[in-house]
């Protein structure tokens, strides 16, 4: 059964990479996904920061089945009035600052990031929009067009014209944002540029340039999102308000769902010269708001940001004396559980994610630098759990570095 469905995933199933980690996942718990050879890994990837509550929670799976059993797909987006859907749109507008209060909710991450453009683009009248080198926005043309990372650009071009790419976290460029600029898109946090966190002097002069010249400032928190770095919002840490928020993973509890979020004379562009401008099926489909209220509900009642806060900073201390010992890390760092080791060498990276996961810890480098390794597990991790995993990752080091360092 086990190789039976590998070898019909390899032969039916489109890959990604050469290299697929290639577990057969028969359920998963928690912080542990259990594979049908009967193995048990603990996650510190959250499904790339997704299961910010752990896998499988019980309240979002009643919630998806109490829906489930009410309605699925009614009609497109935006024309009938769906309880989970306004609901949600309540509670996200309770939690991000004003005026962030109108919600258009998408199935993904790039489809929230597409949406943020065009609306900046329509509300401004503008067409240039400017990103920064190392970031990540998506898969799709737009989004694409605005990530920071040539080598995954070029194959695809033409993409958008009239994209400015800006080194992250450098305050003296800034000034290239001007009177032309429909929008900034930028994270917060670099996630797949290799857990970069910018100065808090880079993020106040990004928000006064922008405000400066009538650019749209808009925070991809879609990977940042819903407790993972300390706060509810990465945006928190600097006391800082886009004009556009852009938010996915973490938000549908597990479930598909991406939405971007603005202020009401932004949004309503989208609904004249012509009506219907930017329209979706399946954007906010009611099963995945349903899952998305009770995974909110979950972060909101156990303070999961205090959690993250908390257990991050204990990690990165212990990573950090990991790194006194060793000769292949040059950097640990991060925000909450939101965080990177950085290695000497790409290859030392690679080698410790598999030794790793040998030893049944999921890990992964980030997609632009792959000398970082992130640790994004879920907000919920036991203290046991983190012992665990900070066990096998300082193994996983040591047995690197014997075998980078021994004589071939
Ligand atoms: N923005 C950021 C910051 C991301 O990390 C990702 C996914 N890694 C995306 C956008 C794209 O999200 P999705 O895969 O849901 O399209």
């Keep these: 059964m086990y190789e039976d469905l590998r070898e019909l995933f390899f032969k039916h199933v489109c890959q990604t990479s050469k290299e697929p980690i290639g577990l057969v996942v028969e359920r998963s718990k928690g912080s542990f996904v259990y594979t049908s050879d009967g193995k048990a890994y603990l996650d510190f990837m959250s499904g790339i920061a997704v299961n910010n509550i752990g896998h499988t929670n019980e309240e979002v799976v009643a919630a998806i089945v109490e829906q ?3 309605f699925l797909h009614v009609m497109v987006y935006g024309e009938f009035v769906l309880e989970p859907q ?3 749109a309540k509670r996200l507008s309770e939690l991000l600052p004003e005026p962030l209060n109108v919600v258009y909710f998408t199935n993904s991450g790039t489809e929230a990031n597409e949406g943020a453009l065009k609306v900046a683009k329509k509300f401004t009248g503008r067409k240039k929009l400017v990103a920064f080198e190392g970031s ?5 043309h737009g989004s694409l067009s605005v990530t920071g990372r040539n080598v995954y650009r070029k194959p695809f071009e033409p993409l958008l014209p009239n994209v400015v790419f800006l080194p992250f976290d450098d305050v003296n ?14 994270e917060p946090i670099q996630g797949e540029g290799g857990i970069r966190i910018p100065s808090e002097k880079f993020m ?15 925070f991809d928190e879609v990977q940042t999102g819903f407790g993972r770095t300390g706060k509810m919002f990465a945006m928190e840490h600097w006391g800082v308000v886009p004009d556009i928020v852009t938010l996915a993973k973490a938000l549908g509890g597990g479930m598909p769902l991406g939405a971007f979020v603005g202020r009401r004379e932004i949004m309503e562009t989208l609904s004249e010269e012509p009506p219907l401008c930017h329209v979706t099926t399946f954007g906010g489909h009611p099963v995945c708001c349903a899952a998305a209220l009770a995974s909110i509900n979950v972060i909101v009642k156990m303070r999961l940001w205090e959690r993250a806060r908390e257990v991050g900073s204990y990690i990165v201390d212990r990573l950090r ?17 939101m965080i990177g080791i950085e290695f000497t060498s790409g290859q030392i990276a690679r080698m410790v994610v598999s030794e790793a996961l040998k030893r049944c810890l999921i890990l992964g480098w980030t997609l632009h630098s792959d000398k970082v390794v992130r640790i994004t597990p879920p ?5 046991d759990e983190v012992e665990m995993g900070l066990r096998i990752i300082e193994e996983a080091i040591r047995e690197c570095e014997e075998m980078a360092l021994s004589p071939t």
């Design 86 to 88: 306004v609901k949600l």
């Design 379 to 383: 907000l919920t991790i036991s203290q």
């Design 204 to 218: 106040h002069r990004l928000r006064e340039r922008c405000s400066e010249v009538g650019a749209l400032l808009i």
């Design 68 to 70: 489930a059993n009410k």
């Design 173 to 186: 460029r800034l000034d290239e944002i001007d009177e032309e600029t429909a929008a900034v898109i930028t």
């Design 136 to 140: 990540f926005h998506g898969d799709t």
């Design 321 to 337: 004396s990991i790194k006194e010992n060793s000769k292949c890390i040059s950097d640990v760092r991060g925000l909450g559980l």
